[in-house]
């Protein structure tokens, strides 16, 4: 796994880089690979194959287009041992998770590659009184060429979120992944490419932040980004010059919502699963838990006894590997010193929790609301476990976030957690359980605020990568026809009482 490769993806023709950079294991710190930088000048090259593919692709209409992403979809299954190995060596994560996320990422796919058509087909709208003389449909086209731009985090299940969509949708993709998972990109495209070695439907461009500049800049139809809202910000002002539509799914700060009467073991199991797994590094991962008053120590106390049976390390049987992204442990640190100085509680470990390159959990209780713990996106196994004095007072707290991207509700009052979670300021929220939107494919998947705008996943996600389209055609003469430079005054005088008698009234 530590043995150093030259990889250059499949797809490149004759690369033009400005160098190479190596992704490595986080558990070790080795060198996994070798990876080009490629330059503006190559991702433009990549984007104008795409250009010709997208087309090829376009044409084969969804019922074609399933069948060679169905055909993918059993390839990447069919050999997700290897993919896992390849996620796990680059993320550092157990290989279990590495699995998990492949299975996720491959629902996805078949349910976009399915669904495509019975969402995104011309379909007849009704036409309303006033223009019953039209035949009017309704129907949604491919962008052309997308630019998907990925995180660390999830390196499969996060772009393919994406990917997927797009491609069902009839989209060329041209894909940068993350500097620190480019073996994930290039293993996807190398798949799809022995299947479908002459069409660059799908074709990888590695290199750091720059390269995904390029990657917007370079005339792509629509952007999907994935990553910290500082980095989103930066891509949608450069999609500003070129008025590139652009669809963000940002960080997180999720709230946990543990009511009175909550099957508290169940709340404490996800809490831990959301909180901890990953090592915290879960765009919609659980922050901070709020708990009734009432239920508030038994709650502290079960949390704690479940947490610190975890165990950290990269392998089969540990809990959770090591933070992907080395700085990310002094974002950790600075969080949880910051919380401790405002007086916060260290129920479960504390600053010396915070090591390299493993992070051994931390609960804290009575987080000051002001603390960065409880303002900023910590993405490490950190939870802040405050008090609320009921559902309401939880989502007022929960509420006070800058990010909005899912929440989860545990209770077994079905109609006061259904009215709760319609008060949440978030994308998504899972009652009784933790991240169980991510899972059900019908599902939209994305935040508001901090967290970002446009939809993955579902109707919504297919949506987000076409263009609609909007067509008339007249049947028959209007009876009443105001289209017209000739219009007749009893036309109009009749056009006058329509509008009082359908519209003026209360
Ligand atoms: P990041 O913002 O540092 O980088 C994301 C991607 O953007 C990388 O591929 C990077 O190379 C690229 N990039 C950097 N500068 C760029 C620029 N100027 N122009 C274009 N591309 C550029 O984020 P990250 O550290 O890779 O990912 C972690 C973040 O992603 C966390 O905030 C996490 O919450 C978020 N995330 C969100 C979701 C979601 O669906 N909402 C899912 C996973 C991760």
Known sequence: MSQRTDHTPSDAQAPTTSGTFASLDPRTGAVLAEYPVHDAEHVAAAVARARD?????????????????????????????????????????????????????????????????????????????????????????????????????????????????????????????????????????DKWNSLVPNQPVLQVVTGLGATGGALVAAGVDKVAFTGSGPTARKVMEACAKTLTPLVAECGGKDAMLVAADADLDAAVDF????????????????????????????????????????????????????????????????????????????????????????????????????STAMTEETFGPIVAVNRMRDLDDGVDKANRSSYGLGASIFSKDRARALAAAERLRTGMVSINSVLGFAGVPSLPFGGV??????????????????????????????????????????????????????????
Not at 163 to 174: F, K
Not at 472 to 482: D, E, G, S, V, Y
Not at 484 to 495: H, L
């Open 271 to 370: 809490a831990v699963f959301g909180g901890m797994g990953n090592a915290g590094q879960t765009c919609a991962g659980v922050e901070r838990i709020f708990v009734a008053d009432e239920v508030y120590d038994p709650f502290v106390r079960k949390l704690t006894e479940q947490a610190s049976r975890l165990r950290t390390g990269g392998g089969t049987g540990d809990s959770y590997g090591p933070m992907t992204l080395d700085r990310q442990n002094e974002v950790v640190r600075g969080q949880v010193e910051d919380a401790l100085d405002r007086g916060a509680r260290a129920v479960l470990g504390g600053r010396e929790s915070v090591r390299h390159p493993y992070i051994e959990p931390v609960i804290l209780g009575d987080v000051p609301e002001d």
């Open 53 to 189: 593919a997208a087309i090829w692709w376009a044409d084969l209409g969804f019922d074609g287009r399933k069948k060679w992403l169905q055909k993918w979809k059993s390839a990447i299954a069919s050999d997700a041992r290897s993919l896992a190995a390849v996620i796990s060596a680059e993320t550092g994560k157990p290989i279990d998770d590495a699995i998990l996320e492949i299975m996720l990422a491959v629902e996805h796919l078949d349910w976009a590659s399915k669904n495509a058509g019975k969402v995104l087909k011309r379909r007849k709208v009704p036409s309303g009184m006033v223009s019953a003389n039209q035949e009017s449909t309704l129907g949604y086209e491919p962008y052309g060429v997308v630019g998907v731009i990925g995180p660390w985090n999830y390196p499969i299940y996060t772009p393919m979120g994406s990917i997927s969509y797009a491609l069902a949708a009839g989209n060329a993709i041209v894909f940068k992944p993350s500097e620190l998972t480019p073996g994930v990109a290039v293993w996807l495209a």
């Open 449 to 506: 605020g901090e967290s970002g705008f446009g939809r993955i996943h579902g109707a919504d996600g297919l949506r987000e990568f076409s263009r609609p389209k909007a067509v008339t055609r007249q049947k028959f003469r209007a009876p009443l026809n105001l289209l017209t430079m000739e219009r007749k005054g009893r036309d109009m005088k009749i056009a006058e009482w329509l509008l009082r008698t359908m519209h003026g009234r209360d």
